[in-house]
């Protein structure tokens, strides 16, 4: 007599906010994917009109560093996804947490370095983190999803 084999468990349905918090976080990522890119193009050349070659790489440097750290948050959240709504949330704050830190290490590692232009760097950097940001409220607001559910 041949024992049974086992069976894989049945996989579980997912939590009702889980497909909302996929959607939300393709939508942010893809809206502020678009402006963060506007935002890069005009800085470099910004960069390079006014700082000349070490302007464009310094803007170059801080736009790759800022949309790196922009796109981490909605990573964060879609690989949070799963977790109860509280979960993502704390998987958000603290992305955006590792973001400042990160932030703060570069500003104060390339803080008068010749590698390139301080000051086109550290712009180039505020503005596609504040590109970002807008990306994603726009997102959002566009999926047109009720944050909170009575």
Excluded at 49 to 71: E, T
Aim: hydrophobic fraction near 60%.
């Amino acid at each position: 007599m041949t024992a049974p084999e086992p069976t894989a468990p049945e996989p579980q349905p997912d939590a009702p906010h889980v497909a909302t918090v996929l959607r939300l976080a393709a939508a942010m990522q893809r809206y502020a994917a678009i402006i963060t890119v506007v935002v890069t193009v005009i800085a470099l050349v910004v960069g390079f009109l006014m700082r000349g070659g070490p302007g464009l790489v310094g803007a170059l440097v801080g736009a790759v560093i800022g949309g790196a750290l922009g796109w981490l948050g909605t990573w964060v959240m879609a690989r949070t996804a799963r977790a109860t709504p509280a979960g993502v949330m704390i998987g958000a704050m603290a992305a955006f947490g590792v973001k400042i830190v990160v932030m703060l290490v570069f500003l104060l590692l390339f803080q008068g370095t010749m590698l390139f232009d301080n000051r086109a760097f550290a712009f180039s950097l505020l503005a596609v983190t504040a590109a970002w940001i807008v990306g994603e409220v726009v997102g959002f607001v566009r999926t047109r999803i009720p944050a909170v559910d009575l």
